[in-house]
């Protein structure tokens, strides 16, 4: 049955490619029309493969899958060519006729580009090969040789206060060098950025130029940096200077809405005059403060301007910040500005309600919903306040129900000044969180209470830091787990008891993705935890109790250690003790707008010692589900090479994984994807010899790996990405046969739906 479902389905696919394929590509072609279905570039009778190069051309082919079926196009032509409404030439794609002024002008781009890269004697000519209602067009390019740098001065007639600042830039141009215009544009600006920080307020990359002189005999070019003068007027009658630095004398912020014809209030701190309506809220000047830099007596620095920008748009509670300054006086030959800061406050309060399917494995199918009540500025600081109610039913009686509170200062609270070590404008944060969670099913109810104290900044740019000072979390369990047949008693059973975990972790991340901008980028993710290591350490001092037997003797591990207790609410509780950590890679590569390849790499640790001999079930490991080996379900990857067990739920102390997946656009907002991923988790020492393949052995665990390829849909709401994937099992080490080729069908397969990328 499955190798003839197999052939039905792949005889349909056959026949849909195959009609797309065959469809009239000339079909809304006029007589004197053709189809652009090639653009090559050839270089000194080399082709081109740069996409840079390629994206200069003014007219690109119709859209291929895989650079073979032109789809997109015969799904337009699949239309009546009267119907201009018609659903299909909505999702399709007009064809692309071949325009010779385009192409003309295409030319003229390329030859462009290469001379803003210093061949200044490149000439490009186009050859059109018309075939039947086809047009290739072929761009011939000639760069010759290109010019170096010889020579780099500077005009001498530079203003002498500022040219200690721009002799370094001599430093950025050296004698050898390829003349390289773009390059020399960003000097230009990097050049205006320095001076402008430096308190030459009225400076732009404008009043910067170079001058060329070229010899095309030796292909040399003598370079001269220039900085123009700025005119002076009847009202900069008192400027000395051509070039002046600015001062700032005054900073005002302005807390919108204010009633300019009535009354205001205006209160001064640390030189910066708040000034606002009596009927507005007062914010927590102090905390506003701190995130402005901007402060009277000190040059103009555009860098501290938009630093303080930054910090204000952190707080998220003004929806509009503007900045404005303007001369007010002049000293010497300075200039003594004012700076005005324009605060717009925002909404306070937003609700939400979310409504999903669950797909919580302890849960089974169900639905889930979440209702959050958030306050922006709960304590007029910039606090936000957010209360989350969430709640869960499955088909088979099971439900967890709870709630969330989190509390984030936009400061670090501490008794040290670590505000001021970090950097005022570090993006810092205080959060506290508390929760309360409790799972009803008919064998057992299990309460978890939690809360946590931690720091969140950045340092330097695109670098995000997290620690918790602590997370304290107290699981009390209901119920007998031995009536349970759907866990394993000997790996997570222990989850399934009352206990304590105390922990602090550190969270290092980066990420160096541009808006808007199409490049290569990644990301890393680095996380260390630690649980119960400095409770354990004075339990023998505090005189903790310990764990005992029905006769009141101590019960010791293995080592001969004892398992300290502490008393919550008349219960002794074990606390946790382990150590975890954990590295997530990523690499993005941004093949052209419409297509990209993801690769990502994750490796994890967590080994518990000392106290306890097991870690808890939920900081373990697992494997499956929609953002991992999406072959199996999630918690459904047995551990190593254990024999598959629909009923059990399989975690892990040790995890590798590596996904690589292929991305691309289908139509318009509906994107596709090919996927592989690769890795397993294994248990650092079962210690029991049931479960010995479940441990991780340098020997065998590359035989180890389970693999699954498949594919993926998303489609772009704009305010989220709805994925669907289908994954299917290729390598499943718990099985004799571990390659499953034969195998690959829709039956064996696992659906998954998530929001957002996988990764």
């Known amino acids: 049955m499955k190798a003839k479902f197999n052939i039905q389905l792949l005889l349909i696919l056959i026949c849909i490619v195959l009609i797309l394929s065959n469809c009239s590509t000339h079909k809304h072609l006029a007589n004197d029309q053709y189809l652009l279905t090639k653009n090559i570039i050839v270089q000194n009778n080399r082709k081109i493969k740069s996409r840079e190069q390629y994206a200069l051309i003014q007219q690109k082919p119709n859209k291929k899958i895989f650079g073979l079926i032109p789809i997109y196009l015969n799904l337009y032509n699949l239309a009546p060519e009267i119907d201009e409404d018609h659903y299909f030439k909505k999702i399709g794609e007009p064809p692309a006729i071949f325009n010779h002024r385009l192409t003309k002008k295409s030319a003229n781009q390329i030859e462009l580009y290469f001379k803003n890269k210093g061949y200044l004697d490149a000439s490009v000519s186009y050859q059109i090969i018309k075939k039947k209602y086809k047009a ?102 008192k400027i000395q200077s051509d070039y002046r630095q600015g001062i700032i004398g005054r900073v005002n912020v302005f807390i919108e ?30 905390r506003l403060t701190e995130k402005i830099l901007i402060r009277p007596g000190i040059p103009y620095n555009k860098a501290i301007y938009n630093k303080s920008y930054e910090a204000l748009s952190e707080l998220k509670n003004f929806k509009k910040i503007s900045f404005e300054f303007s001369q007010i006086s002049t000293d010497d030959n300075k200039d003594i500005l004012v700076s005005n800061i324009f605060l717009t406050s925002g909404n306070k309060i937003a609700y939400s309600v979310e409504l999903e399917a669950t797909t919580n494995p302890e849960l089974k199918e169900g639905i889930s919903g979440s209702a959050s009540l958030s306050h922006f500025n709960i304590m007029n600081g910039a606090e936000h306040l957010q209360l989350t109610f969430k709640g869960s039913n499955n088909f088979r009686n099971i439900k967890e129900n709870g709630a969330v509170i989190n509390l984030t200062i936009p400061s670090l609270i501490s008794p040290i000044k670590l505000n001021q070590i970090l950097n005022k404008t570090s993006k810092s944060k205080t959060i506290f969180t508390a929760s309360i969670i409790e799972m009803k099913r008919p064998e ?58 105390p922990t602090s972790s550190f969270t290092l991340s980066y990420d160096n993705k541009s808006k808007n901008q199409l490049k290569n980028y990644i990301f890393f993710r680095f996380h260390l935890e630690s649980s119960g290591n400095i409770l354990r350490s004075i339990a023998r001092p505090l005189n903790l109790n310990q764990l005992k037997n029905e006769e009141g003797i101590p019960i010791l591990q293995e080592n001969g250690d004892a398992t300290y207790t502490i008393n919550v609410w008349n219960n002794e509780n074990i606390f946790t003790q382990y150590i975890k950590t954990s590295f997530d890679y990523r690499y993005y590569w941004q093949m052209n707008q419409k297509n990209s390849l993801a690769f990502r790499t994750m490796c994890g640790l967590i080994y518990a010692f000392g106290n306890t001999n097991q870690s808890p079930f939920h900081k373990k490991f697992i494997a499956g589900g929609a953002n991992d080996l999406r072959g199996w379900q999630a918690f459904k990857r047995p551990t190593g090479s254990l024999a598959n067990n629909s009923d059990t739920l399989f975690t892990g102390g040790i995890k590798l994984i590596t996904s690589i997946e292929f991305r691309f656009e289908l139509i318009k907002k509906l994107n596709g994807s090919l996927f592989f991923d690769a890795g397993n988790i294994w248990e650092i020492s079962s210690n029991n010899n049931k479960y010995e393949e479940a441990d991780f052995k340098w020997n065998r665990f590359l035989d180890e790996i389970a693999v699954d390829i498949g594919f993926g849909l998303r489609y772009d709401f704009k305010y989220f990405i709805l994925r669907t994937d289908l994954g299917f099992i290729a390598r499943d080490p718990s099985d004799r046969d571990k390659w499953k080729w034969k195998k690959l069908n829709i039956k ?8 957002g990328y996988p990764f």
Do not use: C
């Open 136 to 237: 290739n067009v072929i761009y011939n390019l000639n760069t010759g040789l290109p010019y170096v740098i010889n020579k780099m001065t500077i005009n001498p007639k530079i203003d002498k206060n500022i040219a200690q600042s721009i002799q370094k830039i001599s430093n950025e141009i050296n004698e050898g060098d390829t003349y390289n215009f773009d390059h020399l544009e960003k000097q230009r600006l990097i050049l205006a950025s320095k001076l402008q920080n430096l308190g030459y307020y009225k400076f732009n990359k404008e009043l910067i130029y170079f001058l060329a002189d070229t010899n095309q005999t030796t292909k040399e070019i003598a370079l001269e940096l220039v900085i123009k003068s700025i005119k002076k007027t009847e009202e900069d009658s």
């Open 257 to 286: 809405p204010i009633i300019y014809e009535g009354n205001q209030d205006t209160i001064t701190t640390d030189g910066i005059n708040f000034i606002f309506n009596k009927n507005t809220p007062i914010f927590n000047l102090k």
């Open 444 to 501: 057992f109810t299990r309460n978890s209470i939690s809360g946590s104290y931690s720091y969140q900044w950045t340092t330097r740019q695109k670098f995000r830091n997290k620690l918790s000072l602590f997370n304290l979390s107290y699981v009390n369990f209901e119920g007998d787990a031995s009536n349970l047949n759907n866990i394993s008693e000997y790996l997570i059973a222990k989850d399934y008891s009352s206990h304590l975990i």
């Open 748 to 755: 064996n397969s696992q659906l998954n739906i998530g929001l």
